[in-house]
């Protein structure tokens, strides 16, 4: 029974999006935008261009059609935090992202990898 129900069910619809199916085919707009869309495509084929194409010579006449570039970077990994040092004999201040930092380094040589790791400042 719950398949013959399932078949009723999916008779109704289909009945329904082929009323609305033949109510879109009688709109003016969408008649308009389908021979638009054919002669496009035509178009297209006497020239031997892809929609790709026609997106990079549409790029080229209006820039604001090209998507917005993302800020910073192209890679997905997020940023590391700054990091802020300061040596407490020298008062000298190192801001840095990464570990490999010509001055902590020669700190690290000096004072200890420990030492100079206390004097990060939050």
């Known amino acids: 029974m719950a398949k013959l129900k399932d078949y009723y069910q999916k008779k109704q619809l289909m009945e329904q999006l082929a009323d609305e199916i033949s109510k879109l085919e ?12 054919d002669s496009l495509r035509t178009l297209m084929a006497e020239y031997n261009k892809t929609p790709k194409h026609v997106l990079q010579i549409l ?12 800020e910073g970077g192209t890679g997905t990994r997020a940023k590391r935090p700054l990091k802020t ?9 190192v801001k840095t992202r990464g570990g490999n930092h010509k001055v902590l ?13 206390s004097w990060q400042e939050d």
């Open 85 to 93: 040092y300061k040596n407490p004999h020298t008062g000298e201040v």
């Open 26 to 37: 009688e709109d003016e707009a969408l008649k308009n935008e389908l021979a638009f869309e």
């Open 59 to 70: 790029k080229a006449i209006d820039p604001s059609l090209a998507p917005a570039k993302a």
């Open 105 to 117: 380094n020669a700190w690290r040589e000096k004072y200890g990898k420990e030492a100079v790791q």
